[in-house]
């Protein structure tokens, strides 16, 4: 009897650490911009030229289908150089983008949250020719860009007395599954 339950502690308790998570860290990994390679500020540079960074930070994840992933949790305790950089910035017009750069420069993912600005006329047409087309458009959306060749979507959130519907359009027009 005694021999079952030390198994059974045991399994138990390898069981439950083959199910553990790796958690993502509470603190920012927040560095000087002077860490962060040349080729990265450079991107940045290129890629937003309304607003100025605010904030560098090491990025040690990866984008799952799900949210955010640690890549290697040694990068958490800044063991090994980055091979990601995360960039807050504040732009003119009210807005914020948080965008994540590879060590080379090559744009990862970049969210752009919009502040009362006008949908293009491609997005604004698709909803209104869409089931949706008595819903309120909310005052803030964002413009999701994706990899190297900066692919863009926006997320529009819209309400309908008590309902709320969020919906992912691409530049085009077309509707998109959640992404």
Known sequence: MLASMIVLAFTLQAFAQQKMNVQVPMEKLVIDQNQVPQAVTQAVQKDVSDGQPVQWHTFPYVFKKYGWDVVNPKLVKKEKKPDQYEVY????????????????????????????????MNIEDAIAKSQYK????????????????????????????????????DEKGNFLPHV
Do not use: C
């Open 134 to 169: 008595d819903w309120n458009i909310s005052k803030d959306k964002e413009l999701i860009t994706v990899g190297e060749d900066h692919v863009k979507h926006y997320v529009v959130r819209l309400t309908k007395g008590e309902q709320k519907k969020t919906l992912f359009i």
């Open 89 to 120: 910035i504040k732009t003119s017009h009210g807005g914020r983008i948080d965008a994540v750069y590879g060590k080379n420069g090559n744009l990862v993912r970049m969210r752009e949250v919009l502040k009362n600005v006008e949908l293009p």
